[in-house]
């Protein structure tokens, strides 16, 4: 989808595509490009995208993750309380630092809701590196939220709702009309469809201020983050992403030692194999034994430091 920024107050097109394991390199070009810059909101934007390109990694081994718009259709139509994820980049070729200037991990949820897990600009888009900086870009955020409503309001999502930083909080309160946002931000249909249509004015050149500059003067007062930067080291979540990235044979031996493979496994495509061992080592009460196994193939393994050992 085509998405209107602004560059030194002129409007330019970005694009929002769906990423895959191929795309993630930007958080580290972000990450070098920041360099020893100790400015808390810049270091903030690489922090919240580090983490949502973690999230992407650590789940998508097992949880389905969308590559187009259409393919959240086809999850909902095939199962309407499935949970379908999307990482998603806000990518343009007129920004010298990056081709990537933000980035949004959301979820669809089974109650047909969004959840609004990490958003994220390019550090120099929150906070130019310097007065004189030459690239001023506006819009990021805003443009994002706008994609994600879009998704909303085609697939009848009722609300839509994230975990709002302490300086987001007072942006997603004016953009999305709500009465009050501390940590939590919910907004019901009809308030992100009204957030659509103030971002769907266009000022002219010569006219005052609309409600779309309004959105963009919230953007640079409170850059909109959304999730917490401690969320991925959910040691479920380090579990299951180690286990999935082993090779499939010692997956397969590892599953076998701790009795998870059945005899309908073969029939199953592998990743959906894989899954099922993950799952039923959980269910059965083995993901002690499965931490162990795991980490010890791991030359930076922690097979003793084992989170799921009854004490």
């Known amino acids: 989808m085509d998405l209107s920024v602004k560059?030194?107050?002129?409007?330019?097109?970005?694009?929002?595509?769906?990423?895959?394991?191929?795309?993630?390199?930007?958080?580290?070009?972000?990450?070098?490009?920041?360099?020893?810059?100790?400015?808390?909101r810049r270091n903030d934007a690489v922090d919240f995208a580090e983490v949502a390109v973690h999230r992407f990694e650590a789940h998508s081994a097992f949880e389905p993750y969308a590559r187009a718009i259409e393919d959240i259709g086809d999850h909902i139509q095939n199962n309407p309380q499935c949970?379908?994820?999307?990482?998603?980049?806000?990518?343009?070729?007129?920004f010298p630092e990056s081709k990537v200037i933000g980035v949004s991990h959301f979820r669809r949820t089974w109650k047909n809701r969004i959840v609004l897990d990490y958003l994220a600009a390019h550090p120099f888009s929150v906070r130019p590196p310097s007065q004189d900086y030459q690239y001023v870009v506006r819009g990021v955020g805003p443009a994002l939220l706008y994609?994600?409503?879009?998704?909303?309001?085609?697939y009848g999502c009722d609300a839509i709702w994230g975990e709002a930083t302490q300086i987001s909080c007072d942006f997603y309160k004016k953009v999305l009309y709500l009465e009050r946002v501390e940590d939590l931000i919910y907004a019901p249909r009809e308030n992100f469809l009204k957030f659509m249509d103030t971002m769907d004015q266009?000022?002219?050149?010569?006219?005052?201020?609309?409600?779309?500059?309004?959105?963009?003067?919230?953007?640079?007062?409170?850059p909109p983050f959304v999730g917490s930067k401690t969320a991925v080291s959910n040691p479920v979540r380090r579990l299951a992403y180690r286990f999935m990235q082993l090779p499939s044979r010692v997956q397969r031996e590892i599953a076998e030692a701790l009795n998870l493979v059945h005899d309908d496994?073969?029939?199953?495509?592998?990743?959906?194999?894989?899954?099922?061992?993950?799952?039923?080592?959980?269910?059965?009460?083995?993901?002690?034994?499965?931490?162990?196994?795991?980490?010890?193939?791991?030359?930076?393994?922690e097979p003793d430091k084992n989170p799921f050992l009854k004490r």
Do not use: M
């Not at 266009?202 to 409170?222: G, K, L, N, Q, V």
């Open 202 to 222: 266009r000022e002219t050149e010569a006219a005052a201020p609309t409600a779309r500059e309004e959105i963009y003067e919230a953007e640079a007062e409170s």
């Open 7 to 40: 560059l030194n107050n002129k409007y330019q097109t970005a694009k929002a595509v769906f990423a895959g394991a191929e795309d993630l390199a930007f958080v580290n070009d972000w990450r070098k490009t920041l360099g020893n810059d100790a400015n808390p």
């Open 83 to 94: 949970e379908v994820a999307c990482l998603v980049l806000l990518k343009c070729n007129w």
């Open 147 to 154: 994609f994600l409503s879009s998704i909303a309001k085609r």
């Open 265 to 301: 496994d073969a029939i199953k495509p592998t990743d959906e194999q894989f899954t099922a061992y993950f799952a039923r080592a959980a269910q059965e009460g083995k993901l002690s034994d499965l931490w162990r196994r795991v980490e010890q193939q791991y030359g930076d393994g």
